[in-house]
């Protein structure tokens, strides 16, 4: 083995307890990854911290790990709280942290988030949950009706500090800063690090240790070709089978991110016909030889493994590198990749990328110096034409080796039969195993949800409506969406873009009943009637960028909001 990459620092080595190496051991994690290397240890010794980090880069457990090893089980009271932009988030992170503490007994996390219910949410808190997971509007109602108390914090982690400024949470994440103790340690992370990140950093934090994945240089891969396939955690299996089907794989290796995964899906695959093996850290160096060498001599075609156990791995026949999970960083990924196109040949690295890994994707290109294409998922027709061509091709092969004897078990059988030669061909392929997936019917598989950019209950589905009033009236954003909150009893965070024009304004909200609409047009912000009717847009018109690239909103200031009435849900 060639090129081996600089010894990765372990788990063991970051001052953890022993009960969450012990859950990090049984989730099958190998190494941690380069923000977890720097993050845990700079948060165990009680530093404030700015990390500038990506979703996929392992940036949950960077600050969970640190935040549960000081949390005190024995005291009902919240310690830690996380901040997440959206409700999808949320769950992720408290389901992160419900794991690392497995053997945490009494341990207990809650979610609270927009468009569920308050009771069972201030029963819980009532009881005392030791971390709370929360987006920052459903936080703000709770903290108005004094539901959840502040003495005991410990943490207070931002995740995707960035994404929650965008959407106008700035004064929110102020009130949360001022009312946790001054003794509070503090995390932000961050995708990207735009002013007002640094200035939540500078007002609230103390010396924060700023941490950012360096980026990895360049590195020449001229004899690869990326491409990237976007599909959902749940399809990549099916995902594979159909890649399997459609490129011209020699040797395969896959790239996933735990050992318990690299067992699992190998077994799959075999389960499916392939000859796969798993290879990770958990196989003595015999075995791990053994899957190397049977590889090489192409008893084996598919190698599922860790970034660990794979490094250095070189074998000429690997036409293919699979990204099934993406790794946590760039560096990661141009070893990954660089396991084929070996020995003068030509490779292929594929990456299966969820909607919310697309950001990744923008540094593995910079680190290659590539554009990573993206894929279509091959439809049902081109498996088809797949699974013909690649029979053509056998049975182009196996014409030079027939002869007379064929020829001769032809024609006694079509004397037997009673068969003519297409009958008698159409009878064979149905029995031919080989040939039994020529017949099987295959499905389209669906393509991957888009990313929810936004918050809580934001998606698609919102409606334009046109309020009388702008900008000569001096009608402003705050006070609109105030009188929306209250009247129209929607969340902050359900409303979405709004545009000021000088005699009225435009803003997207999910589709209003009528006495609703007829209530609002009773309102006067300013002296003037809020009067508001649909305004569909013209077909095929658009007056706002797509969601993925929304600018930042600006439309909401951030000065103080005035109190809002508790709502009822
Ligand atoms: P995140 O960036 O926090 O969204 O994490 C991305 C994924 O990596 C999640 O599925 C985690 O469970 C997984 N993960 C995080 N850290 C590690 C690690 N050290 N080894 C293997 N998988 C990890």
Do not use: C
């Not at 794979?310 to 560096?331: F, K, M, Q």
């Amino acid at each position: 083995m060639s090129d081996t990459a600089p010894a990765a620092p372990q788990f063991a080595d970051l001052g953890l307890p022993a009960p969450l190496l012990e859950a990090l051991a049984s989730l099958g994690y190998e190494t941690p990854s380069p923000i977890q290397a720097e993050a845990i240890p700079t948060l165990l010794a009680g530093s404030d911290l700015l990390g500038l980090a990506q979703t996929g880069t392992g940036k949950t457990a960077a600050f969970a790990l640190p935040v549960l090893a000081g949390i005190d089980v024995s005291l009902r009271a919240t310690q830690a709280l996380v901040l997440t932009p959206t409700r999808e988030l949320a769950l992720q992170v408290a389901e992160a942290l419900q794991r690392y503490a497995q053997n945490m007994r009494g341990f207990s996390v809650l979610a609270l988030y927009g468009g569920s219910a308050f009771a069972p949410q201030f029963k819980a808190l009532e009881r005392g949950v030791h971390v709370v997971v929360a987006t920052p509007g459903r936080l703000t109602d709770h903290m108005r009706r004094g539901s959840i108390k502040f003495d005991n914090m410990r943490f207070l982690v931002l995740d995707e500090a960035d994404e929650m400024l965008k959407m106008g949470f700035a004064d929110d994440l102020d009130a949360v800063f001022e009312k946790v103790p001054a003794t509070t340690q503090k995390a932000l992370f961050s995708a990207t690090m735009p002013a007002g990140v640094r200035t939540v950093a500078r007002k609230h934090m103390k010396d924060p240790k700023e941490i950012r994945l360096h980026s990895g240089k360049t590195s020449s891969l001229d004899t690869i070709t990326q491409k990237v396939w976007e599909v959902s955690n749940h399809h990549k299996l099916d995902a594979m089978t159909r890649l399997l089907e459609v490129e011209p794989v020699e040797a395969m290796l896959v790239f996933v991110r735990t050992k318990t995964a690299s067992m699992e899906l190998a077994e799959r695959l075999e389960a499916r016909g392939f000859s796969a093996a798993a290879l990770n850290g958990d196989l003595s160096q015999q075995l791990r030889e053994q899957v190397v060498d049977r590889l090489k001599r192409g008893l084996l075609d598919i190698v599922v493994a860790t970034d660990v156990a794979a490094r250095g791995l070189d074998v000429d026949r690997i036409t293919h590198v699979l990204n099934y999970d993406l790794p946590h960083d760039s560096e990661s990924y141009v070893h990954r990749i660089g396991r084929t196109g070996r020995a003068g040949r030509t490779g292929t690295a594929i990456l299966f990328a969820t909607p919310r890994e697309r950001r990744l994707l923008h540094l593995l290109e910079k680190a290659t110096g590539q554009k990573i294409e993206p894929q279509q998922l091959p439809s049902a027709d081109a498996v088809r034409t797949g699974r013909l061509s690649k029979l053509a091709k056998r049975l182009n092969t196996a014409r030079e080796n027939t002869g007379a004897l064929q020829q001769q078990l032809v024609n006694d059988l079509l004397e037997l039969t009673n068969m003519d030669s297409n009958e008698l061909a159409a009878s064979l392929l149905a029995i031919l195993p080989s040939a039994k997936t020529l017949v099987e019917p295959v499905a389209d598989l669906p393509a991957a949800p888009p990313r929810r950019e936004t918050s809580d209950d934001r998606d698609s589905g919102l409606v334009r409506y046109k309020v009388q009033g702008g900008r000569s009236n001096g009608l402003m954003p705050k006070p609109l969406v105030d009188a929306l909150v209250r009247h129209a009893r929607l969340q902050r965070q359900q409303i979405g873009h709004i545009k000021m024009f000088t005699e009225h304004t435009g803003v997207y909200l999910p589709p209003l009943d009528d006495a609703t609409l007829a209530k609002l047009s009773t309102i006067e912000i300013n002296g003037v009637a809020l009067q508001i009717r649909a305004w569909p847009l013209p077909p095929g018109e658009t007056d706002r960028p797509p969601r993925s690239s929304r600018p930042p909103r600006k439309d909401f200031p951030s000065k103080p909001r005035a109190p809002r009435p508790p709502r009822s849900e």
